[in-house]
């Protein structure tokens, strides 16, 4: 099984240059992609392929806290990113514009004997708001370097105040990657989703 997997991950591994998502330079205040429109019940979702090859997934929905908490939840790699998989080491650095600004150096194990490294920027913008009481934040984030098994990744997370209680999520993701389609990332969207709906944990 191992020697099938790591043959299949070679001969997939065609090298595709894309533009980069992001000018990380200035803070990023728009999606990659507008949000799609947010269903009365249920989460609204939605896929799709990309020119440059891969695709790109999206899924919006209320989550029943305040955008403070569901910001600070989202500022642990965990709510994203699977840490069983996966071991995330984070860089903060101070940038002018940003609430805050990361860089995550990932090493994941997909499978035994297989060891994938990249690292990914994540930008926090308050777009509406202050950081005392924001109103709507925008984080943008792509990968920058490592393994060549993924060939694109980038992504926005919008996240807007329903009044005092309660936070509309946008996830949007672009992903061109040996052996990950649009639909595993809109699996850990609605995942995220569900996560960022957990009651909060007793102090």
Known sequence: MFAVLLGFLILTDISRAQEPCFDFEHPIIKPLRPPIPMKKK????????????????????????????VLQRILDPSTIKDTKKAHIEVKR??????????????????????????EEDWGFVIAQGTPEKPEEVVISYEKTSG????????????????????TDVYLYEEIDATGRSPEDSLKGHLGTLRTLRRPPPRE
């Open 42 to 69: 249920g989460d609204a979702r939605a896929s799709g392929k990309l020119q440059a090859g891969g695709g790109w997934a999206a899924a919006r929905g209320k989550v029943q806290h305040p955008i403070g908490e």
């Open 93 to 118: 650095q101070q940038r002018t514009g940003y609430y805050v600004f990361e860089t995550f150096s990932i090493d994941s194990k997909p499978a035994p004997f297989v060891s994938l490294q990249w």
């Open 147 to 166: 393994t060549d098994y993924i060939h694109h990744l980038c992504g926005s997370i919008v996240l807007r105040a329903l009044g005092a209680s309660a």
